[in-house]
């Protein structure tokens, strides 16, 4: 069964930038869509932004425009967030999703001021 396992996630100061990294375990191929999702403290879980699965497509969500890049590596099945930046506002648990798999233990960013 294929799983999720998000890692990178750490404490920064406002401005900083971050990677995140989401290792897809137990499914060998990279033909799909993925996607990253955000869930802040007493908030719905939201989308943050997606990929194709040959990279040329890229979507994402309105206030990351321009602060993250969402890119993968098909040979490890992995994906990455690059942000930049960052808000205290972008504090919340990461994950990533792909289709058929379960939502992943996330990774926590905290974002201080």
């Known amino acids: 069964q294929m799983q999720l396992v998000e890692s990178g996630g750490g404490l920064v100061q406002a401005g900083d930038s971050l990677r995140l990294s989401c290792a897809v375990v137990?499914?060998?191929?990279?033909?799909?869509?993925m996607g990253w999702f955000r869930q802040a403290p007493g908030k719905e879980r939201e989308f943050v932004g997606g990929?194709?699965?040959?990279?040329?497509?890229?979507k994402y969500a309105d206030d990351m425009k321009g602060r993250c890049t969402i890119s993968r590596d098909n040979t490890e099945t992995t994906i990455y967030l690059q942000m930049t930046n960052l808000k205290p506002e972008d504090t919340a648990i990461y994950y990533c999703?792909?289709?058929?798999?379960?939502w992943g233990q996330g990774t926590q960013v905290t974002v201080s001021s």
């Open positions: 999703l792909a289709p058929g798999a379960n």
């Open positions: 137990g499914h060998r191929n990279s033909d799909y869509a």
């Open positions: 990929i194709g699965w040959s990279a040329g497509t890229q």
